[in-house]
C-alpha cells in the first residue's frame, strides 16, 4: 500500500512532556504502483486516509491502539479520508505541543461528526471561547462560540 517514513539525528534531541526525542532531519511517503483493479486505492478517501495515516508516521507517531484512530495498524476504508480522530490529535500534540500565552487550545468533537473540533479558550484578552470545525482535511476558519 504505501509506507512512511523519517531519517533522523543521531545527536541532536529535545525532551518534550519528559520524554526525549530525536530531531527529524527528513521525512518520506512511498505509494505502492499498481492499484489498478486492487478495490481500495480507486476511491480517493481510501488513499487520503492511507495518505494521512504515513504522513503521521513521518511526524514520529507510532500505530495507535485505538481502532478509531487514523494511525491504528489496520487501514478503516469507511469514507473517513484525511480525518484525524481525537487519539491521532493527541499524539501530534504530545510530540509539538502548542506555546499559546493567550489562551488554550483544546480539542473535542463539538458537532458530533465524529472529527476533533478545535476549541480557543481566550483567558487573557476577551476570556471568550472560538470554535473551529473540523472538515476532516483543514479547520474551518474560528468562530466566536461563547462571548
Known amino acids: 500500500m504505501a509506507?512512511?517514513?523519517?531519517?533522523?539525528?543521531t545527536q541532536e534531541t529535545r525532551t518534550v512532556n519528559g520524554q526525549t526525542f530525536f530531531r527529524i532531519l527528513e521525512g518520506d511517503v512511498v505509494f505502492n504502483d499498481g492499484w489498478e483493479g486492487c478495490g481500495?486505492?480507486?476511491s480517493f478517501n481510501n488513499l487520503t486516509e492511507t495518505a494521512t495515516h504515513e504522513l503521521g508516521?513521518?511526524?514520529?507517531?507510532?500505530?495507535?491502539?485505538?481502532?478509531?484512530?487514523?494511525?491504528?495498524?489496520i487501514a478503516h476504508f469507511d469514507g473517513r479520508g484525511a480525518t484525524l480522530h481525537s487519539d491521532d490529535v493527541a499524539g501530534v500534540n504530545v510530540i509539538y505541543p502548542k506555546n499559546v500565552a493567550a489562551g488554550q487550545i483544546q480539542y473535542a468533537d463539538v458537532d458530533g461528526d465524529g472529527r476533533a473540533d478545535?476549541?480557543?479558550?481566550?483567558t487573557f484578552r476577551s476570556k471568550s471561547v472560538w470554535l473551529s470545525l473540523s472538515t476532516g482535511a483543514v479547520f474551518e476558519d474560528a468562530v466566536l462560540w461563547l462571548p
Not at 512512511?4 to 539525528?9: A, L, T
Not at 508516521?57 to 495498524?73: C, D, I, K, P
Open 40 to 42: 481500495f486505492y480507486e
Open 3 to 9: 509506507a512512511g517514513g523519517f531519517f533522523r539525528s
Open 57 to 73: 508516521h513521518v511526524l514520529g507517531l507510532g500505530h495507535s491502539e485505538n481502532e478509531a484512530a487514523t494511525m491504528f495498524e
Open 118 to 122: 478545535g476549541l480557543y479558550f481566550d
